[in-house]
């Protein structure tokens, strides 16, 4: 089992920037894919961004990318979501993940999930 808290999330003016974490308990957390996802009222989870077990690889779905940084610190079990730029579509709950498949090439196929943390963009 991996226990996932997202923190971080809150309400900021379009252009500015917010930088959640979700920090792992449990197993041993350098073996899982991390992803981020989110949610907007009304609409289907959307993948944001994944990364690789050691950090060294990142993808980020189009409407994030040169926006958002991924990255992770095996250390303190705990990836980050460094957002900036932010925009009103940017709104959303967003969720962290955990995905033990053994290469970022491989179908996605995550396990664990957080609570989600509410993240809020006004025009």
């Known amino acids: 089992q991996v226990q996932l808290v997202e923190s971080g999330g809150g309400l900021v003016q379009a252009g500015g920037s917010l930088r959640l974490s979700c920090a792992a308990s449990?197993?041993?957390?350098?073996?899982?894919?991390m992803g981020w996802f989110r949610q907007a009222p009304g609409k289907e989870r959307e993948f944001v961004a994944d990364i690789s077990r050691s950090g060294g690889r990142t993808t980020y779905a189009d409407s994030v990318k040169g926006r958002f940084t991924f990255s992770r610190d095996n250390a303190k079990n705990t990836v980050y979501l460094q957002m900036n730029s932010l925009k009103p579509e940017d709104t959303a709950v967003y969720y962290c993940?955990?995905?033990?498949?053994?290469?970022?090439?491989?179908?996605?196929?995550?396990?664990?999930w957080g609570q989600g943390t509410q993240v809020t963009v006004s025009s």
């Open positions: 993940a955990a995905d033990n498949r053994a290469y970022m090439a491989l179908p996605p196929s995550y396990d664990y």
């Open positions: 449990g197993r041993t957390f350098s073996n899982y894919i």
